[in-house]
């Protein structure tokens, strides 16, 4: 539906009056009748002025659709029907516009219908504000914080089957834009004594409900508990089961939520284990039992519970039963250990449950902060919301009623403050006229309760910190002391005698008159429930559970940062909390929601005209609607309120210079608004009628939307002229870039043109120039050339001239010659004979050789044998002769150069060839030998005095002598030995003494072996059957093995005149004694150098390894 289309108002098909103030007459009998009229039509909500006061219908309404979000979204307070959804667009407006904090005080009793209101404005603004998928999850996570802690912190009571058991205030936090950053919950005060002890036909904390109901089969007997409630005795069994509250489907609702918010899974089980171990604690039950010196003592009658309860929490038994039977006192370093009696055991056992809940919950509401908290650190805009346990007037109430109650009248002070005091003193301070307006001001109940010096709780505290027997009756006895005078405190034990005689006032109870009515409160417990004592000897055996939720709710558990300081009374902290609280609130603005409960039945359709009319009185409505009517629905201050409507009157648009009072004043007469409707005050105007303030803001409202048009219209102006100055700008820089350029690129044209055609005139020039001047050089040279050829003709003509002239001079003298030859012939013919041909010829042919020879002669080469040339042929005919010649000149100059040669050196060359041939080409080890000449004795035997005795022995002259291995037949081993040959035999002998070893005559050598290879190895053949052939042939090794076979095979020759054998093998037979014994060479590294090492293989070989 478009906006514009609807024209509804608060006027529109009233059901009485829609805004309380609008009531004539007004009496609290008119103001009843129209809330009931209005609640009977289902309209729930009335305003006094900007409050809304909600009256609970105890059934479902259908004006919480998406539509209706709809249709308040956006639209003035008083422009629809009233609805808490108004109220919350308000709030959530003004945060967003006018950027101010903003927050919603829901008060009223319990059963009232806070909680739901708050979920309502919480829903409402969810739905309004931005969207988008980071900005939704925060939201979803903001909501479903509701339904865990509703599960763990909410209730049944007598008057409301969801009551809310702890205070709940919460701020949202928003950008700039209005979109949803996060939030922070602040809980206050659980009411943990429900944990352990429920007053008739209520209930405990919905949890364990829902745990028992919806935990499937599974979760149960993970947590060990069964699903009746029976068995347990935490459990109040009167009203177990709730009317229209489905316990397992919140048991899933919670779990969900519990995942949404984010709490991981171990976590939400960790939870549900602590839930479930409180359940079971309850179960501990303890029996008497008396000690030798009279102590009582107590024990647990059934350990089974307690090991359940420790298998859940990770807890040694035997530490937690200790706990339960012992408590340890600890002061001035010293500890006092003593028993606990069945007493004192329930006792512990109870402080443990409450506790262990209490911090469950607490911790729950931290861990849900921190998954809600923002996360960005821009600066907040923020919307608090207050959601705290109503007003309750039990018939037994306790020290949780009096906090509760106390918190009420807290809240029910702020509420007088702002609405009716500080109003009702502003006008004044304003200089408005104004009758005051009475109201009941409730600050004296305040004082009473948390007056610092004798206040209720400061008594509390002194007789909790007090030393010596404390118990509740010696606090009631200090309060009648302290407070007997007290207008609104009544006690019968006062000393006021105004209640002695008052039965309805037991002596154990006082009484206070609050400002919603009179409450009883029995002091039992008092004293306990703010000392809050659980004994050390149970945090310390929690602290040692290895449950890590358990361990971290009880950190003065451990022994580390065990202190000695008493904790903070509950009742101190919960009047700490509350005053930071209401200095917080008072920094916002706030929105009121007064809720009503109609009926003490939780009916639908029931209006108990004394029930609301004791509300309507208490809650000051009627002095609100008082003020309200006297007073003006808005005041602004005049900076403000010019800077907010300055553009609706042309004089003070868009400045105005003078006072702003007379601004305002300017402005109101120019729009032409009734005098009556509004006063001026000294800083503040005051306009009478919300509907002024509408018009006001409608007027604004039109006059923004034309002020953007022209602001749009001079941004477009301004944007396009900017735009077309740009391109102007541009078109003027493109256009002369262009010009530039093409004026650039003609210049370039004209300029090379120009060069070319300079250039050609100036080629054209040059080449005129140069064919000038070849011109005139050719002629120069023409004229050269022509002189030059004229001169050559003269030369050539005398030349030949000269020429013919020589030739005839020539043929003059040969005619002449011929002529003379013919005559000579002629006179001599008579004596020339007939073969003179011949004789020429040859004379002819010995001239030629004759020539030849006496050149050959000159040219011969040089006398050295190895000279290879020889001058080349001279006549072709001359061929055989010249190649003959050059062969008897070759024979002839070796002659000449064997002929220089002495008979020793003959010698030696002939040894040398012989060698050649025995060798060359046939042993690698021959042409070492070549360069080394054959010495032949080397010992120099006769000369060396060492070698006398050999000398003797010799006889003959030595061929050669040196010294040479001896390869031992037998193993192949090396012995030095001397070998010396003369002409007919040769000689081995010892080499260090000269003895001789054997001597063979040459004559019975047979032949000689040796390998291909360069070693050294010869082995010499004797004769079979000789006498020096008895031990077999001889094997010798020598780096002279060339010069000494040479000799051999020479001296035996010269001998015998028989050529040896020289077997050139690499495998030859050698005979020792009998063997005939293969030597065979195989190549292989060496050790000794070029010696050949030899090792006898078996008989029949020796294997000789060489290089
Ligand atoms: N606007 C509403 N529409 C329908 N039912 C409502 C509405 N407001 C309250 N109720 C009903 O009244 C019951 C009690 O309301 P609620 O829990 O909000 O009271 P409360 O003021 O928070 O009380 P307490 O102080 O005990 O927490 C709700 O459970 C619901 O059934
Ligand atoms: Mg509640």
């Known amino acids: 539906m478009a906006k514009s289309e609807v024209k509804t108002s608060l006027l529109d098909n009233m059901i009485g009056v829609g805004d309380s103030v609008l009531l004539e007459p007004l009496t609290e009998h008119t103001f009843l009748e129209n809330l009931k009229k209005r609640f009977d039509h289902s309209e729930i909500y009335t305003y006094i002025g900007s409050v809304v006061?909600?009256?609970?219908?105890?059934?479902?309404?259908?004006?919480?659709?998406?539509?209706?979000?709809?249709?308040?979204?956006?639209?003035n307070f008083y422009e629809l029907s009233p609805h808490i959804y108004a109220l919350a667009d308000e709030a959530y407006r003004s945060l967003r516009d006018q950027d101010k904090d903003q927050c919603i005080l829901i008060t009223g009793e319990s059963g009232a219908g806070k909680t739901e209101a708050s979920k309502l404005v919480m829903s409402y603004v969810a739905a309004v504000c931005g969207k988008g998928a980071e900005v939704n999850q925060v939201k979803e996570q903001l909501l479903q914080s509701n339904p865990v802690l509703e599960a763990f912190g909410n209730a049944k009571t007598m008057r409301n089957d969801n009551s809310s058991r702890f205070g709940k205030y919460m701020d949202i936090e928003f950008d700039f834009k209005g979109d949803p950053l996060g939030g922070v919950i602040s809980n206050y005060l659980l009411e943990k004594s429900r944990v352990v002890k429920q007053p008739r036909d209520e209930r405990n904390f919905h949890i364990f409900y829902q745990l028992l109901s919806g935990g499937s089969e599974d979760l149960l007997k993970r947590l060990k508990l069964e699903r009746d409630f029976k068995q347990y005795n935490y459990l109040g069994l009167d009203s177990a089961e709730v009317n229209g509250m489905d316990d397992a489907a919140n048991f899933r609702t919670v779990k969900n939520a519990m995942q949404i918010v984010g709490f991981m899974d171990d976590e939400a089980e960790s939870v549900l284990e602590v839930v479930a171990a409180v359940l079971k604690l309850g179960n501990i039950e303890f029996k008497p039992e008396s000690r030798v010196n009279g102590l009582d003592e107590s024990r647990i009658q059934d350990k089974n519970e307690l090991k359940e309860i420790c298998e859940l929490l990770g807890q040694d038994q035997a530490v937690l039963e200790r706990a339960f039977s012992f408590r340890t006192v600890e002061a001035k370093q010293e500890k006092v250990s003593t028993t606990l009696n069945v007493a004192q055991a329930y006792y512990a056992r109870d402080a443990l449950a409450k506790n262990l809940y209490n911090r469950l919950f607490t911790w729950l509401v931290n861990r849900i902060n921190e998954s809600i908290k923002a996360q960005t650190k821009v600066r907040k805009k923020v919307m608090g919301v207050?959601?705290?346990?109503?007003?309750?007037?039990?018939?037994?109430?306790?020290?949780?009623?009096?906090?509760?109650?106390?918190?009420?009248?807290?809240?029910?002070?702020?509420?007088?403050?702002?609405?009716?005091?500080?109003?009702?003193e502003e006008y004044i301070k304003e200089g408005i006229e104004w009758t005051h307006i009475e109201y009941f001001n409730n600050a004296i109940i305040c004082e009473l309760i948390e007056n610092n010096t004798n206040g209720i709780l400061a008594m509390l505290d002194e007789e909790c910190l007090r030393p010596g027997t404390v118990t509740d009756e010696t606090f009631l006895e200090k309060l009648n002391q302290v407070c007997a005078i007290h207008e609104r405190f009544e006690s019968r034990m006062s000393k006021s005698s105004r209640f002695l005689n008052d039965t309805t006032l037991p002596h154990n109870c006082f009484r206070i008159q609050h400002y919603a009515g009179k409450v009883m409160y029995h002091v039992e417990g008092f004293v306990d429930k703010n000392n809050d004592l659980l004994y050390r000897d149970l945090s310390q055996a929690m602290w040692k559970t290895n449950h890590m939720l358990v361990k971290a709710l009880f950190p003065e558990g451990n022994p580390a940062?065990?202190?000695?300081?008493?904790?903070p009374t509950a009742g101190s902290q919960f009047k700490a909390s509350v005053t930071t609280l209401m200095k917080n609130l008072q920094t916002k603005n706030p929105n009121y929601i007064r809720c009503i409960k109609p009926n003490d039945q939780k009916a639908p359709h029931a209006f108990t005209e004394a029930l609301v009319c004791h509300q309507v009185r208490y809650l000051g409505l009627m002095e609100n609607v008082r003020v309200r009517r006297a007073g003006y629905a808005f005041k602004q201050p005049y900076e403000s309120c010019l800077e907010r409507y300055k553009m609706l009157c042309s004089q003070t648009w868009p400045h105005w210079r003078q006072g702003t009072r007379d601004g305002v004043k300017v402005l109101l007469t120019e729009l032409r608004i009734p005098a009556e409707e509004f006063s001026y005050g000294r800083s503040k105007i005051f306009i009478r009628n919300p509907r002024t303030l509408f018009e006001l803001e409608d007027l604004r409202k039109r006059r923004l939307e034309d002020l953007a048009t022209l602001i749009q219209k001079i941004y477009r102006g301004w944007k396009c002229r900017t735009n077309f100055l740009l391109l102007k700008k541009s078109q003027t820089t493109i256009s002369a870039w262009t010009r530039r350029h093409f004026q650039r690129k003609k210049y370039l044209h004209l300029k090379s043109v120009t060069v070319l055609i300079q250039s050609y005139i100036r080629g054209w020039k040059a080449r005129k120039l140069l064919r000038e001047l070849k011109h005139q050089k050719r002629c120069e040279e023409s004229a050269t050339t022509i002189a030059a050829y004229w001169r050559g003709t003269q030369a050539r003509r005398e030349l030949k001239r000269l020429k013919e002239e020589a030739r005839r001079k020539h043929a003059v003298a040969v005619i002449w010659a011929y002529w003379l030859g013919l005559k000579v012939r002629r006179e001599y013919r008579k004596f020339f004979r007939a073969n003179a041909g011949r004789k020429i010829y040859e004379f002819t042919i010995q001239r030629i050789m004759q020539k030849y020879f006496l050149e050959l002669k000159k040219k011969l080469p040089s006398q050295s044998p190895t000279e290879r040339t020889w001058p080349a042929r001279p006549y072709l005919f001359l061929d055989n002769t010249h190649t003959e010649l050059k062969r008897i000149f070759h024979l002839w100059r070796c002659k000449e150069y064997r002929d220089q040669f002495t008979e020793q050196k003959t010698a030696i060359f002939e040894e040398k060839l012989e060698a050649s041939e025995l060798f060359k080409d046939k042993k690698a080890l021959y042409t070492n030998s070549v360069r080394q000449p054959f010495h032949g004795d080397y010992l120099e035997i006769s000369k060396n005095p060492k070698y006398q005795k050999l000398n003797g022995a010799v006889e003959e002259k030595i061929v050669l002598a040196d010294v040479v291995n001896k390869i031992n037949r037998a193993n192949g081993k090396r012995a030095l030995r001397i070998f010396v040959l003369t002409k007919s035999k040769f000689i081995i002998a010892d080499q260090k003494s000269g003895q001789i070893k054997s001597t063979i005559p040459v004559m019975d050598i047979t032949s000689v072996s040796v390998s291909k290879q360069t070693d050294g190895l010869f082995a010499i053949h004797l004769k079979e059957g000789s006498t020096a052939a008895a031990k077999g042939d001889f094997l010798f090794t020598s780096d002279r093995l060339i010069e000494i076979i040479t000799k051999l095979y020479r001296t035996i020759f010269f001998k015998t005149n028989q050529k040896i054998n020289?077997?050139?093998?690499?495998?030859?037979?050698v005979q020792f004694n009998q063997d005939k014994v293969c030597v065979k060479f195989i190549q292989g590294a060496q050790k000794n150098g070029n010696l050949p090492a030899c090792k006898r293989k078996n008989n029949r070989l020796l294997e000789v390894t060489v290089p």
């Open 53 to 75: 006061i909600s009256v609970n219908p105890y059934r479902h309404l259908p004006i919480y659709t998406p539509e209706k979000v709809e249709e308040y979204r956006n639209r």
């Open 386 to 424: 207050l959601d705290i346990y109503g007003f309750e007037i039990f018939e037994n109430n306790s020290f949780e009623q009096f906090i509760i109650n106390y918190c009420n009248e807290k809240l029910q002070q702020i509420f007088i403050e702002l609405t009716l005091k500080e109003e009702q």
């Open 561 to 567: 940062k065990m202190s000695l300081k008493r904790p």
């Open 1062 to 1069: 020289v077997e050139i093998n690499n495998e030859f037979l």
